[in-house]
């Protein structure tokens, strides 16, 4: 899948002008500004009215956000309703309801429970569930595991991962954490300002980056951490 135009400006400054190919899966890694989430808005068309944006997609199917892309947020606490147990915020039938619950390895006594009622991990596989209900074919990630604790953090993404390979749809991975995006991407964009100033296979660029930016961005985020292959 080719995004090969994306720009987007307000008032006439231009916020983030770049190309990208997500051949399986992509981290899209930057500081905060840097243009991810604008990115992400203006792929799932809810960019603000204010901004005027330029998109081509080159994709092999028609781009529909909510069918055949859709979108993991950064905080499971917020992404659901308190107050309506989670089975009731699913738009598919019983049976598809427990085939999402046995693929995100959920027990399905937790489908008649309240989000409050669940730990941000167990959240975090809903919100999943819900994003495979229509089979996409892209799913944006955006920081999906900012929120939990380090633990839940890596199995969440290796959750990812594996259904990934499964259901092989295409990912794109939002974050400014090199260290997430190395344990469920293999390609890589670095994005500063709205502009890619470096991009590639991740093993590569880890291990050889160009840009003194990159170079920040994994001093930052691998210090302390051992280096998972
Ligand atoms: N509604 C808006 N109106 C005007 N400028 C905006 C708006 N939203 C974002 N921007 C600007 O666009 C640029 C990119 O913002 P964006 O939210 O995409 O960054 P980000 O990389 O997602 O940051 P973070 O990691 O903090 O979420 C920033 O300079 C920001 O100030």
């Known amino acids: 899948m080719n995004?090969?135009?994306?720009?987007?400006?307000?008032k006439d400054k231009t916020l983030v002008d770049i190309a990208?190919?997500?051949?399986?899966?992509?981290?899209?890694?930057?500081?905060?500004g840097s243009g991810k989430s604008l990115t992400l808005k203006a792929l799932l068309g809810m960019l603000p009215s204010s901004m005027a944006?330029?998109?081509?997609?080159e994709a092999g199917f028609e781009v529909k956000a909510g069918e055949n892309i859709s979108f993991v947020p950064q905080n499971p606490f917020?992404?659901?309703?308190?107050l309506t147990r989670i089975r009731k915020q699913f738009f598919v039938d019983e049976k598809r309801i427990e085939e999402?619950?046995?693929?995100?390895?959920?027990?399905?006594?937790?489908?008649?429970?309240?989000?409050?009622?669940?730990?941000?991990?167990q959240l975090q596989r809903v919100v999943i569930a819900m994003a495979l209900e229509q089979d996409p074919k892209l799913i944006l990630l955006d920081?999906?595991?900012?929120?939990?604790?380090?633990?839940?953090?890596?199995?969440?993404?290796?959750?990812?991962?594996?259904?990934q390979k499964k259901h092989g749809f295409k990912m794109l991975f939002v974050t400014h954490d090199m260290y997430s995006a190395k344990l469920i991407c293999d390609e890589i964009c670095v994005i500063k300002d709205g502009k890619i100033v470096e991009?590639?296979?991740?093993?590569?660029?880890?291990?050889?980056?160009?840009?003194?930016?990159?170079k920040t961005l994994i001093d930052a985020n691998f210090a302390n951490r051992e280096f998972r292959k």
């Open 3 to 10: 995004i090969s135009k994306l720009h987007i400006t307000f």
């Open 20 to 32: 990208f190919d997500i051949s399986s899966s992509l981290a899209l890694v930057g500081q905060s």
């Open 53 to 57: 944006c330029e998109l081509e997609v």
């Open 78 to 82: 917020t992404a659901l309703s308190p």
């Open 100 to 121: 999402l619950f046995a693929q995100v390895d959920l027990d399905m006594e937790l489908a008649d429970r309240f989000a409050p009622e669940l730990s941000g991990g």
């Open 143 to 163: 920081e999906p595991t900012t929120a939990l604790d380090p633990e839940t953090r890596v199995l969440i993404l290796d959750l990812l991962r594996e259904l």
């Open 199 to 214: 991009s590639g296979n991740m093993e590569t660029i880890l291990n050889a980056p160009q840009e003194e930016y990159t």
